[in-house]
């Protein structure tokens, strides 16, 4: 996502400049063995730590809150995946945040967040390679479904989830994606857990999938359900945050409360049994998330930024009263 916004900025024609530091998680020897293309405009610096003095002054940068290289700016992608103390830092501190979800922006206010302080800039997606090239009818794959280690991706309730609907139907076909290590807790016997590439995913899981299932408690934005939805996929889904941006109820997607085993089952049987709803759904989700676009995002994403270089000071006033206690999903 962090990739995409640098690239999304340089073909605007901004030069930036992409640290890599050994404090964050997923650092890099060198720039080769990240499998992305970017713009020419993108520049690399890897460095010991992230205030390395190698590193150019900017306009804005992001990721620190005390930084001397230019008036400092965060992204926020998600809350309570990190812990408390992790989301007080960036929400207390007196920095503009890009929240890439309009929930997240929701939250700043139960921090005090002053309100110039925070803005949603959506992400954006590949739509040549997210794209419905399956139609609903032809696909061989019941069920898909993202495992993350994370706790509030939801694994706990997306596996029982599996096991209940193999339980119900043992020819069954389901997959599930991993982005990281292969889950502890395995899925149900015969279904799979696959790592692939942007393109192969597209191909041979969401466009091989008729219903797509994401159980998280939490979700920043939930960026494998709007890929899968832009492939043609039918979505059921928690309301987990970030999945209002894309799920309308009944419209985009089926949503039900977040850690509801019964619920996401029963949807999920419904949809597989019910093709001409399943496909209406897919339909109009497939085409509602075409506004996910980089190129609307660099746009919006710059549009802050040059308000925010015009006048700093506006953009860096501390926070008022912390009532973040008191939001609830």
């Known amino acids: 996502m962090l990739y995409e916004f640098a690239n999304a900025l340089a073909r605007r024609g901004h030069e930036v400049h992409f640290v890599h530091a050994p404090e964050w998680s997923g650092s890099v020897a060198k720039v080769e063995e990240i499998p992305f293309r970017f713009e020419a405009g993108v520049r690399h610096h890897l460095v010991a730590q992230s205030d390395d003095p190698s590193v150019p002054c900017v306009d804005v940068f992001f990721g620190g809150t005390g930084s001397q290289r ?18 007080a830092a960036v929400y207390r501190s007196p920095t503009p945040k890009v929240c890439v ?9 139960y921090y005090g967040v002053p309100h110039r302080q925070l803005t949603y800039v959506p992400v954006g997606l590949d739509h040549e390679v997210f794209a419905m090239r399956t139609p609903q009818a032809g696909r061989t794959l019941d069920v898909a479904m993202l495992f993350h280690p994370s706790p509030e991706k939801g694994w706990d309730v997306g596996r029982q989830v599996l096991f209940e609907l193999k339980r119900r139907n043992p020819a069954l076909r389901a997959t599930v994606i991993s982005l990281a290590d292969p889950p502890i807790d395995p899925p149900p016997d015969g279904v799979p857990v696959v790592a692939l590439g942007q393109r192969q995913l597209a191909d041979d899981v969401y ?35 970030g999945s209002r941006d894309y799920a309308v109820p009944d419209e985009t997607a089926l949503v039900v409360p977040a850690g509801d085993v019964p619920a996401l089952v029963e949807r999920t049987e419904s949809l597989l049994a019910d093709a001409e709803h399943r496909s209406r759904l897919a339909a109009n989700a497939s085409g509602y998330v075409r506004k996910f676009d980089w190129a609307v995002s660099g746009r919006l994403l710059e549009d802050f930024l040059e308000s925010y270089v015009a006048d700093p000071a506006s953009y860096q006033i501390p926070p008022g009263e912390d009532r973040s206690e008191d939001f609830v999903l």
């Open 101 to 109: 979800a309009s929930w997240l922006v929701d939250v700043g206010r």
């Open 70 to 87: 230019g008036h400092p700016a965060v992204i926020v992608q998600g809350f309570r995946l990190l812990g408390p103390q992790w989301d």
């Open 207 to 241: 466009n091989q999938t008729k219903v797509f299932v994401q159980a998280s408690h939490h979700e920043g934005l939930g960026l494998t359900a709007i890929e899968a939805m832009a492939c043609g996929a039918a979505l059921v889904t928690t309301d987990c945050g």
